[in-house]
Structures are given as structure tokens and as C-alpha cells.
């Protein structure tokens, strides 16, 4: 009554054999979808490269503004400053009795 089958070294060949096929076709799947990766990384790096280029762009430009920001602030005058200054004058005109231009 008991119905043990034999295994032969064939049939166990022919499992192992599966069981490697098996392995194979996953990791074609994993190849393919690392190509995948790969090739979205690429372009990951190719737009990183790009926006690398503009924010040196972008220095450069900020830069170039800093520099006429500085500049121009070596010749301004703050309203107090020339608000006092035509306090001044006006004073001045007063005193000499020198009719203002307005």
C-alpha cells in the first residue's frame, strides 16, 4: 500500500534544471528593469548636468547685480541726509535773502 515513487537521477536532474530555468527568466526580468534604471538615471544626470550649467549662470548673474547694487550704493544719498541738506540751504537762502527757485 505504500506508494512511494522512485526518483531517478534524471527526474532529479530535470528539477534542478527547472529550478534553474526559473532563476534565469527572473533575472532576465531584473536585467531588463536595471536597463530601465539605468537608462532613467542617465537621464537624471544629463538634466542634473543641464541645471548644474544654469545655476553657474545664475552666479555669474547675481554676481554681475551685487557688483552695480555695491556700485550704486557708493553714490546715494539717504533721504535724511538729503532732506537735512535742503534744510539747510533753505536756511542758507533765508539768511542771505536769496529767493529759492521753486
Known amino acids: 500500500m505504500n506508494k ?9 536532474a530535470g528539477m534542478v534544471q527547472r529550478g534553474f530555468d526559473g532563476v534565469e527568466t527572473r533575472l532576465d526580468g531584473v536585467e531588463t528593469r536595471l536597463d530601465g534604471v539605468e537608462t532613467r538615471l542617465d537621464g537624471v544626470e ?11 549662470h545664475l ?11 555695491a556700485e550704486l550704493k557708493r553714490h546715494v544719498v539717504y533721504r535724511d541726509e538729503f532732506e537735512d541738506a535742503l534744510a539747510r540751504i533753505a ?12
Open 46 to 56: 544629463t538634466r542634473l548636468t543641464k541645471v548644474e550649467v544654469e545655476l553657474h
Open 59 to 69: 552666479n555669474a548673474e547675481i554676481e554681475t547685480v551685487s557688483r552695480d547694487v
Open 4 to 12: 512511494t515513487k522512485r526518483i531517478t537521477l534524471d527526474d532529479l
Open 91 to 102: 536756511l542758507l537762502e533765508r539768511k542771505l535773502k536769496i529767493k529759492s527757485g521753486k
